[in-house]
């Protein structure tokens, strides 16, 4: 194998005398690999094996070594990794010496020695009024040492890209999750006439972490999940630095009125949140809109004041609105004519037929898609690029269930409905349940049916599971009204009759029900886990208020406090970690007006779901406070 190496560096050390020699450029670019440094030099017109040898002052057969693709002959675009030598002298102790090229910037030079602009600054005050061509800057090696020593994980490498047919910078960008302005800075005289088909381009990449530190909020985080709700932590690539690029955002939300039907009702039931304590927009409701034709008007001016707080804050937006017209052609439509190419988020819809062409758009081009309203489950694609802000009444449970505190001092009574016990749902609640409270004794499981057993007889069955010695917590994992309007009803009167102490615990849809006298809620000391809460005596939900007045003549509802959280926080993921964001939303959290959004990646399903959860309580001074 060594002389069939030597036979063919011969052949390329012989190619290169008869031809005529060029001047080397040496490349100040260096990469580690596996704990050892390179240069990367690419091939220019006209250069040699021998040339690019004598440049580097290392010998033709180590850069063949390191480089066996050359023995098929040098190629214009072509990366070479030449070693550096590990006795190689600097021109300075402390310092590199970098002469400024054209259209070279701080940020560029920072990156390309591993090294801070400020670092840089302090060094060379001259350079804060600009970089000029051929200007001699000093860069600090001690950065650079610090850098060397870190294992390679840490610090910058590059992938070599082949330009394939019909691709672009941006879709290539889009692939790697670097920005295309990164890719055209280490490219710059491969892209000077665009982008080439079977050029290759060198694609700046910082290897991920494996890290078992996760950043979450102040929750109990189970120690055991079952396989069918696996989490999966994705770890965060936080090297982006926003440079100004405008963001292309794709509203798509059902305007066109129609008459009330089957799509109202799939609204109501797919809005998770807490009945709104202040004055509808009664003048809309007057003009006879429909619930999903006000609910996405809603949700659009409180997206719009979003959009305009983000533009102030320094970044540019340029945002489609789309009137989805609640057809699955029109969706489609927009996706040939509106979306291809140019999007860089998509946000919308409240309609599941809206959703389904949508969601398979977004995970074939890699897209982010966030629905404000979809909970699951439906056949949607697996996608991680599929983010839902909403919870359904099964991962409700889930989420309540897993972050439950017991204690000795309380008795625990989990009232189940007889007509649902063998759904999907009840079934895993009660297996996490029993996975949470190995000595199953502590918890009292009572099974109720609306409308079966006289009043009487469920009263005497709560008195003997009730105790009027510790305080009583009683769960109820149920979204049926009539049972639950009926059951709350005899635990009230046990309760008063013989002044017991209760806790009771329900998903957020109790907080719809019409049926449910409301002094039940404060006298039995209610706490509704929700993903959403409003803080009316809050500064910032007060200053919002005025500001929707003044804009919109209306009241803000909870579609325009979520149009403005959804808004406001996809927007400033992007300014922070770039539009392939999807990554760092497990760690990334910002002030919100109703929401507190906290991402995970759920297997199998690999989709992106909200797991915050507020506990509401109704006390019995009549308040209605968050309490977690």
């Not at 970044?315 to 489609?320: A, K, P």
Request: glycine share 4%; proline share 4%.
């Amino acid at each position: 194998m060594k002389q069939i190496v030597v036979f063919l560096v011969a052949i390329l050390a012989f190619s290169s005398v008869v031809a005529q020699e060029s001047v080397v450029q040496r490349s100040n670019d260096k990469v580690k690999i596996e704990g050892k440094t390179y240069y990367i030099h690419i091939v220019k017109s006209g250069e040699t094996l021998y040339a690019i040898s004598k440049a580097y002052d290392i010998s033709q057969s180590e850069i063949a070594t390191n480089n066996p693709d050359i023995y098929a002959g040098l190629k214009v675009g072509q990366a070479l990794k030449i070693p550096k030598k590990s006795n190689e002298v600097e021109s300075d102790e402390n310092y590199f010496y970098h002469i400024v090229k054209k259209k070279e910037t701080l940020f560029g030079i920072s990156r390309q020695y591993n090294v801070s602009v400020d670092d840089i600054i302090k060094i060379n005050p001259e350079v804060k009024d600009g970089l000029q061509q051929s200007q001699t800057i000093r860069i600090p090696k001690v950065k650079m040492e610090e850098h060397s020593e870190k294992p390679a994980s840490d610090t910058l490498s590059f992938i070599i890209h082949q330009v394939q047919p019909k691709e672009g910078l941006f879709a290539i960008s889009r692939k790697y999750g670097v920005d295309a302005k990164e890719i055209e800075f280490y490219n710059k005289e491969l892209l000077a006439d665009g982008v080439k088909l079977g050029t290759s381009l060198r694609i700046p990449i910082k290897p991920r972490v494996d890290s078992t530190t996760v950043v979450t909020p102040n929750v109990v985080v189970p120690t055991k999940t079952t396989d069918a709700i696996a989490e999966v932590v994705s770890p965060c690539k936080s090297d982006f630095v926003y440079n100004g690029q405008p963001f292309n955002i794709a509203l798509l939300l059902p305007f066109t009125q129609e008459e009330a039907g089957a799509y109202e009702s799939a609204i109501e039931e797919t809005v998770e949140q807490q009945l709104d304590s202040k004055p509808k927009n009664k003048e809309r409701a007057k003009k006879g809109l429909s619930q999903v034709t006000q609910a996405s008007l809603e949700f659009y001016e409180g997206f719009l004041i979003a959009v305009d707080s983000m533009k102030k804050s320094g970044v540019s937006i340029n945002l489609s609105v789309f009137d989805t017209k609640r057809k699955q052609t029109e969706v489609e439509s927009i996706i040939h004519k509106g979306l291809a190419g140019k999007t860089d988020l998509i946000v919308g819809s409240f309609i599941i037929d809206d959703l389904k062409p949508l969601a398979t758009f977004a995970a074939e081009n890699k897209i982010n898609m966030v629905s404000p309203l979809y909970n699951g489950p439906t056949n949607l694609p697996s996608s991680s690029n599929i983010i839902s802000v909403n919870q359904s009444f099964r991962k409700q449970l889930e989420i309540f269930i897993n972050n439950f505190k017991f204690e000795d001092t309380c008795r625990y009574i989990v009232v189940y409905d007889k007509e649902n016990l063998y759904s999907s749902t009840i079934k895993l609640f009660d297996s996490l349940l029993n996975t949470r409270v190995q000595d199953t004794n502590r918890i009292q499981k009572v099974y109720h049916q609306t409308a079966v057993s006289k009043s009487i007889d469920v009263q005497e069955s709560l008195v003997k599971v009730l105790t009027n010695d510790k305080q009583n917590v009683v769960i109820i994992p149920s979204e049926d009204e009539p049972f639950v309007s009926e059951f709350l009803g005899h635990l009230y009167g046990v309760k008063s009759f013989y002044n017991l102490r209760t806790t009771v615990y329900g998903p957020a849809r109790w907080q719809k029900m019409k049926n449910i006298p409301t002094d039940y809620f404060y006298k039995l000391n209610l706490n509704i886990f929700t993903p959403f809460f409003v803080d009316y005596t809050r500064t910032d939900v007060k200053n919002f208020i005025v500001e929707y007045r003044n804009l919109y003549r209306s009241e803000p509802t909870q579609y325009s406090y979520l149009g403005y959280d959804v808004g406001l926080y996809f927007i400033s993921a992007m300014k922070n970690y770039g539009v392939n964001f999807n990554e760092c939303l497990n760690s990334y959290r910002t002030n919100l007006l109703q929401s507190e959004f906290w991402f995970k990646e759920s297997r199998p399903s690999a989709l992106i779901q909200n797991h915050q959860q507020f506990i509401i309580n109704y006390n019995s001074n009549f308040e209605v406070l968050r309490i977690k």
